[in-house]
């Protein structure tokens, strides 16, 4: 039985401004450990917002190629544990065995991190390839799709303090969000919340509020999206990784303003050229 546990708190806190300082209330995000386990183990603790646990672990399994596709899932059961939620997580046979063997082969002689080849090759694995997407996108798209995300952020727009995560689609907009103290953890939730309503990663665009790192663009990729639209910059490893997938990365979207990294010609309209 798991138990509703809130995901924004208020707290009391001295406000300091010109005029004076006064105790005044807030309201903060919460943050929790949850664990995924398969088949009794834990395999990843992440700090996360305490929501859409479902979400978050069907997403996590196909982002991280656990499973190859929702089905794969026998039951997701969610405990909460006073300290922190543990979601128990049961595969079907196939994904199991397939499971298991990728951990043996991971398991390492110690347990600093990434240790070894095994764990550097896991880190750094092949990127799903999106390159024979036909999506393609105007540039008032783009600045459409941040516009719409920053309207379903519920629990930033009370705390200003969590990442969102939406998927955009031509002529509909924002037909999914989720928010999550952790950005990695938004697109996961995401990208659960996509797989269960049967929306096919390749109609639309992942839109992401924060930088965009390696594991963003691994992440879209295993959506099956063509591209990723964020507000902030990307690191120099995303961009050659999305130039690998064949995914177009935009990014520093500000107003009507944007760049962008990778494969540009799904832009379709409103690119100038030569832009310093």
Do not use: W
Not at 9 to 29: D, E, F
């Amino acid at each position: 039985m798991t138990r509703e546990r809130p995901p924004i708190s208020q707290i009391s806190r001295l406000a300091r401004r010109a005029s004076g300082t006064a105790a005044a209330n807030r309201m903060v995000p919460e943050e929790t450990p949850v664990a995924f386990s398969f088949a009794g183990t834990t395999h990843a603790v992440m700090m996360a917002s305490p929501a859409d646990f479902e979400d978050f672990a069907l997403g996590f399994s196909l982002t991280e190629g656990i499973i190859a596709k929702p089905d794969e899932i026998e039951a997701i059961e969610v405990e909460d544990h006073g300290a922190g939620i543990d979601i128990q997580i049961r595969l079907k046979d196939s994904a199991n065995t397939r499971f298991e063997a990728r951990r043996r082969r991971l398991a390492g002689p110690v347990g600093c991190g990434l240790c070894g080849i095994e764990s550097i090759e896991e880190a750094m694995r092949s990127v799903d390839a999106v390159g024979a997407s036909k999506l393609t996108l105007e540039a008032d798209d783009i600045v459409r799709s941040v516009k719409l995300l920053s309207k379903v952020q519920p629990l930033h727009t009370e705390t200003g303090a969590v990442h969102a995560a939406g998927f955009y689609v031509p002529g509909k907009g924002i037909v999914m969000a989720r928010e999550d103290v952790g950005r990695h953890n938004a697109l996961d939730k995401l990208a659960g919340a996509l797989a269960k309503a049967g929306i096919d990663g390749a109609s639309g665009a992942v839109v992401v509020t924060s930088r965009v790192s390696v594991e963003m663009v691994q992440k879209t990729a295993a959506i099956g999206s063509a591209f990723i639209i964020a507000v902030s910059a990307p690191t120099a490893l995303a961009i050659r990784t999305a130039q690998e997938a064949g995914m177009t990365l935009v990014a520093l979207v500000r107003g009507d303003d944007f760049d962008i990294f990778s494969h540009p010609d799904r832009v379709i309209s409103g690119v100038a050229q030569h832009v310093a």
